[in-house]
């Protein structure tokens, strides 16, 4: 690694760690922040919001995957990475060698984020957003000659990542936090969920399904965005990648396509991030690559639950024809 690509590793490590500390420092703070009626978690900047909305010069031609938490973001971020780097040995290792910092759009000091973003040595960036559609600038995306990839999962099986997820972060929470996120087991957390009682860039009400909802309405309004579904992915990975590769303007063989396959698995993610726990990227990674399957749900969800979930849905997302897949 070169001497620039070495000291941008370092001050992106300084502000991770800088983020860390105030994730360490939640609890004194209040855990809702709102903005327009949004409400988003207190580790999340409303001035960085703010700035990528008014403010930010987007780097030409960048990748942007937006999802919601667990709906296979970093799944989704690799097979990006692999499609435009796997080819350069040299833009694949430095791609690797910095920390993730793909969600500086939400979190972290503003000026430090644009002078680091702009100087990473890698001629096409990407990064991710959890934010919802309607806190994204959209002109600005597409002046800028960048893509959108958005994500999407199945509620059921989404809600079950997140139920895991958010285990693995309570020490982080007050007694009181844990209870209003997960309640007493799994039966107490999805009725919580359901209700909309969790702050991840969502209005009073509303859970994952109100989120995908306005992501889908963009993905047709914009041609610059592209909608992948975690189902299809594990359906026919190859077909998708090949689809994510064409929107992405990255001409792909069936020997790298292949590749691709082979460094992407979740199986082969999680030997990865098992083997090489050592770099931030992967601590990161552990924290946020579970099972990846698909119909999981069925272990969890009783069936008033189920029902329950399938009429929200229904009367959410009918108005936009969106049809998931429950089961493989």
């Known amino acids: 690694m070169d001497d620039s690509c070495s000291k941008l590793t370092q001050d992106i490590l300084r502000l991770m760690k800088d983020i860390g500390v105030a994730v360490q420092n939640e609890s004194k703070l209040p855990y809702v922040m709102h903005r327009e009626g949004w409400r988003l978690p207190v580790v999340f900047s409303l001035q960085c919001v703010d700035y990528a909305m008014n403010e930010w010069k987007i780097p030409e031609n960048s990748v942007i995957i937006a999802s919601f938490p667990k709906t296979g973001t970093m799944w989704c971020m690799e097979i990006v990475r692999q499609i435009m780097y796997g080819n350069d040995d040299e833009l694949l290792n430095k791609s690797k060698s910095l920390p993730q910092i793909g969600h500086l759009i939400e979190m972290g000091q503003v000026y430090k984020f644009t002078d680091i973003y702009q100087e990473l040595p890698i001629p096409r960036k990407f990064f991710f957003t959890h934010l919802p559609a309607e806190l994204l600038n959209f002109e600005k995306i597409k002046q800028s000659n960048s893509k959108i990839i958005s994500m999407c999962r199945n509620p059921k099986d989404q809600a079950v990542s997140w ?148 009429r929200l849905v229904e009367e959410k997302l009918s108005d936009i024809g969106v049809k998931f897949t429950y089961e493989l």
């Open 163 to 310: 139920y895991y997820f958010l285990q693995k972060l309570k020490p982080s929470y007050t007694k009181e936090q844990t209870e209003q996120l997960l309640g007493e087991g799994w039966n107490d957390f999805i009725a919580r969920y359901i209700s909309g009682v969790h702050a991840m860039g969502l209005k009073e009400g509303q859970w994952y399904p109100d989120h995908l909802g306005e992501w889908i309405k963009r993905v047709r309004e914009h041609d610059n965005t592209l909608l992948v579904e975690f189902e299809s992915l594990k359906r026919d990975f190859k077909s998708e990648t090949r689809r994510i590769a064409k929107f992405l303007d990255v001409e792909l063989s069936e020997e790298d396509v292949t590749k691709v396959y082979e460094r992407c698995t979740i199986d082969s993610m999680k030997t990865k991030t098992d083997q090489e726990n050592d770099g931030s990227e992967f601590k990161f990674m552990q924290k946020n690559i579970r099972k990846g399957e698909v119909g999981g749900w069925k272990n969890y969800f009783t069936v008033a639950e189920s029902e329950l979930v399938d």
